[in-house]
């Protein structure tokens, strides 16, 4: 995990985000293995995807955080380490997307996104409530 990627999650956990930005998630995602899936990421409070780029990382229960991508553009984008080619990041305008293409049971769990505001590495994130963090969760269909 990158420092400023520490930085980042260390940041959400302790501060929270500024009112004026926010980040928009769909609320869940249900799908049957092999189904390709999309996620957004919208940005809010004047933002966008090619000036401060969307993140998404995957939480699974019990596991540290991992780092899937991040998107500016198709030029300026990146995989974390061990990310299998399946997963995509897109976007346009001040949403972001990340796709999963034939979805596999490993792939299940909670997928934050998040974007920088500036030069200070300040995180933003969507929040349900005064404390709670939303997510996009990718479940198994039975």
């Known amino acids: 995990m990158t ?3 520490r930085f980042c999650l ?3 956990f302790l501060t929270g985000s500024h009112a004026q930005h926010s980040v928009n998630q769909d609320p869940s995602v249900i799908a049957s293995p092999g189904d390709n899936v999309r996620m957004s990421c ?3 409070g004047g933002l966008t995807v090619s000036s401060n780029s969307v993140r998404f990382v995957q ?5 540290t955080p991992r780092f899937i991508l ?3 553009s198709e030029s300026s984008k990146g995989m974390g380490s061990g990310v299998p080619a399946r997963f ?5 305008g001040s949403v972001g997307y990340l796709s999963v293409n034939g979805v596999r049971p490993e792939d299940e769990g909670d997928y934050y996104c998040f974007t920088w505001t500036g030069t200070q590495h300040h995180c933003d994130y969507s929040k349900r409530g005064s404390n709670s963090k939303t997510y996009t969760g990718l479940f198994k269909e039975n």
């Open 42 to 44: 919208t940005l809010g």
């Open 59 to 63: 939480q699974k229960l019990n596991s």
């Open 88 to 92: 995509v990041g897109s976007g346009s």
């Open 10 to 12: 260390l940041t959400i």
């Open 3 to 5: 420092t400023s990627l």
């Open 70 to 72: 991040y998107y500016v």
